[in-house]
């Protein structure tokens, strides 16, 4: 099947998540609002988020056609597509699982963004930069660890078995923590090096999902937006404490 | 199937889109933390979250136990339950677009919770109320109508079909829209007063959600928590502008 992953062409955000499970399952799939043409470019998202007739419009982007479904929500994105790509167990009680860690890593993604965007989404940045601040002390003190101490905790006690989260070989679940350690490092980089001797197993298993062949070649093509000041990770040396 | 649900004794939160789609179906379930013994109370909770056992460990409340699953995330909750309790559409791709839908209204309900908590959900209101009177006037400007004029456009694509907003029968979306405008009204009453003209197809669908047998007899019974400055719906009149 040929999928259509309609994002934001110019930052990572939340679809670099299905980018990941896309170029580490080698699909075959088109990047829409990166091409030109009929139905591509931003275009290509506004004309499905603006559409009236019945079915099922997303709220937001991303969201993948495949075939006549149009999917929205990331982790809805995933779990529909760990199932085609075979980056999720087969037994239901581990998709299940599977789902709820990546529903975890979804609510750790939005307080991410929140801290460089505490009053409005609409605002910009330099308007908000001082409740950023506030927020931004509780974010690295309280909830990264939080969200980092149970995530290690999970990969340990799979320990044994692989590197990975779920069972013996790898799913989205890993290749979304990937994502969320590299993102980290990049908006944060004072405080995880601090932090990372005591999250190993989160350490390791990013160092394994970046050296998988599909995922390294991805990463060092032009097809991997750099990181950058409009997206989920923002590095503003400020909120770095 | 006996169904155990854990999520705190003294608001709806979260924990109460799950309640109503128990209640809806008429399912066998105990509210453990409303309970009193062992495995019971708060304590019931906190035993599972600090189980370090291998396992699927829930990051947060609510949490369901359905024989040996242990499920957590709200929706990820009310999908397995959707499927068990014939709250959802028996066809996949209603299954995923259901889920789609409950997704959005899990970020509405973060959103909903942070204008009361634009810093730190370790702070009380009254150390960020500063940060919520700026946030609030954003929210109410700009996100609740673009949420709730989605929904409205989902249901008014669906009319003709039913009062409901996926095809003919009731499913775990319209109790948890029900929730929405029953919180926001709550919360924002004199700004829902405003609003209303605009959504009748809200209005409608939480009318004849309350007036089910099922739930009328919750909400008049006391199990059915009332709103209170604790949970995510908080009605603090200065926010309510």
Redesign the interface.
Known sequence: MHYELYYWPNIQGRGEFVRLALEEAGADYSDMARLEGHGKGIEGIVQILEN????????APPFLKAGK?I???T??IL??LGLRLGLVPTAN?KQ??A??LQ??IA?FV?EIH?VHH???G??YYKDQKR?AR??AV??LK?RVPK?LD?FE??LI??TGKSPYTLGRRLSYVDLSLFQIIAGLRYAFPKKMKRLESSYLGLVMLHDKVASRPNIAAYLASERRIPFNEYGIFRHYPELDA
Chains 1, 2 share one sequence.
């Open positions: 009236t007739k019945p079915g099922s419009p997303p709220f479904l999917i929205g929500q982790a809805n779990q529909f009680s299940i699982w789902h709820q529903l975890t609510d939005s929140d505490p009053i409005a609409s605002l409740e506030r927020k509780y974010f309280e969200y149970y905790r999970i006690s799979n």
